[in-house]
């Protein structure tokens, strides 16, 4: 008889294994940020997250776009693995919502490393990735240069009923003519000391003895 551990799937009870942990720094200061399905960058800010919400509507339509690249993110970087955002820090030049975000850092955490790819190419096709770094860069700049469209509650300042309106939000490339310059915003980083409960770290039987006395 023999015991074989499903440490591929990252679901052995016995070994807990972890995910993989990244760290990922979009510098987005030369993004876009004019009134219109280009600008918003990328955040996942709410207008009432901020000290003072936008003072229009044209305002509040940039921060709900910089949601909706954000959830279109995570929709990219998930279609391999299931992923969770840790250790976040957005960072805008004040508290007003009416103040583009400027830089954004977070940590991703995927349940299964092994399911994310090493191999596919970057936007503007240029060049093939080689390494899971690569591929995770590529997948958040696919967020930032596509053009999509979705309903969402967007807050409106000059409604006078509950100031939320309920309507359709246009993102577009955060550089358009510039594709190449998305990618380069973007750094990401393995945190490779994360991995651990490896099995030079797994106790084995004798490895907690104790006595009663």
Request: proline residues 4%; contains cysteine; aromatic residues 6%.
């Amino acid at each position: 008889m023999a015991t074989v551990q499903p440490r591929h799937e990252r679901n052995d009870p016995n070994a807990g294994m972890q995910g993989a942990y990244y760290t990922v720094d979009v510098a987005m200061t030369n993004f876009d940020d004019t009134e219109d399905q280009f600008g918003g960058r990328m955040s996942p800010c709410a207008a009432n997250d901020f000290t003072t919400k936008p003072t229009t509507k044209a305002q509040s339509l940039l921060v709900s776009r910089g949601q909706l690249r954000y959830k279109l993110m995570l929709n990219a970087l998930q279609v391999r693995s299931n992923c969770r955002i840790i250790n976040m820090v957005t960072t805008y030049a004040a508290d007003a919502g009416d103040s583009p975000i400027t830089d954004i850092n977070f940590g991703i955490v995927f349940e299964n490393d092994d399911f994310v790819p090493t191999t596919g190419t970057t936007i503007d096709g240029s060049t093939s990735t080689t390494t899971k770094v690569l591929y995770i860069q590529d997948k958040i700049a696919e967020a930032l240069n596509t053009t999509h469209t979705e309903k969402m509650s967007v807050f409106n300042p000059s409604s006078n009923v509950g100031q939320i309106a309920d309507e359709e939000v246009t993102v577009g490339p955060v550089l358009n003519a510039s594709i190449g310059e998305i990618v380069e915003a973007i750094t990401v980083a393995e945190v490779a000391g994360f991995r651990s409960n490896v099995d030079a770290e797994t106790p084995t039987d004798e490895a907690l003895t104790y006595s009663a006395e």
